[in-house]
């Protein structure tokens, strides 16, 4: 089975805090992927990324980083938490043409920011 | 407007209705179409995906496009509890985006 592994299921964290999510799939993908998902927002893209070393804004990346230093890890930065990043965060990774088939999704990471 | 609409729910049916599930788009490009269902507290897991205008079906499943009305539609038949959950659609802007409608959540009841 294609697997996408996120570090942790939960997390509490104190405003200010620099957090780190690690995301890493099995599958040998080129895209991965760093959603929120929010009640009523549905999924909205905070950065993508196509090959290693390299990464595309998504539609809200403010207070947000990203490396890819390995073809299999994929890490969301929060530079300086702060409660409105409280959230659902999903990783996910599809082949370089995989949007037309799908994304393999890992299981979210519900980051609370106190 | 957004380019994907989705009515978010909930619906709730009884045990071995048959249930619609729909959305709606504005960009006449999107090509692929894509369903996840998604469990509480689980990522999204795809579901079923099309490409063009027609039907796909799997099993209780069945996917519907209609690319002229720029309507797609999810039927699932002999709807059983394990069916609750949020199913969302998904559509393909390139080979790197999907654009996402918000989610419905459905509840089946025993």
């Known amino acids: 089975d294609v697997k996408v592994t996120q570090s942790s299921r939960y997390l509490v964290k104190r405003t200010g805090e620099k957090v780190f999510l690690e995301c890493v799939q099995d599958m040998d993908h080129e895209n991965m992927f760093w959603y929120r998902q929010d009640p009523g927002l549905g999924l909205r893209l905070i950065y993508f990324s196509y090959d290693v070393k390299m990464k595309e804004k998504g539609d809200i990346p403010e207070g947000y980083s990203v490396s890819r230093e390995k073809k299999e890890r994929f890490s969301l930065i929060l530079e300086s938490a702060s409660t409105n990043q409280t959230s659902m965060y999903l990783c996910?990774?599809?082949?370089?043409?995989?949007?037309?088939?799908?994304?393999?999704f890992g299981s979210g990471t519900r980051l609370t920011v106190v | 407007q957004k380019e994907v609409e989705q009515d978010p729910g909930p619906l709730s049916v009884p045990e071995g209705a048959i249930v619609s599930l729909n959305c709606t788009y504005s960009?006449?490009?999107?090509?692929?179409f894509m369903w996840y269902r998604q469990y509480s507290r689980k990522g999204p897991e795809l579901l079923m995906y099309t490409y063009s205008s027609g039907n796909k079906e799997d099993g209780r499943f069945t996917a519907q496009v209609d690319k002229s009305s720029k309507y797609i539609s999810l039927f699932i038949r002999d709807s059983q509890p394990s069916d609750s959950a949020t199913y969302l659609c998904a559509m393909s802007k390139s080979n790197y985006q999907l654009i996402w409608g918000a989610g419905t959540k459905l509840i089946i009841k025993p």
């Open positions: 960009n006449s490009a999107f090509q692929y």
């Open positions: 996910a990774s599809s082949f370089v043409t995989g949007a037309n088939y799908g994304y393999t």
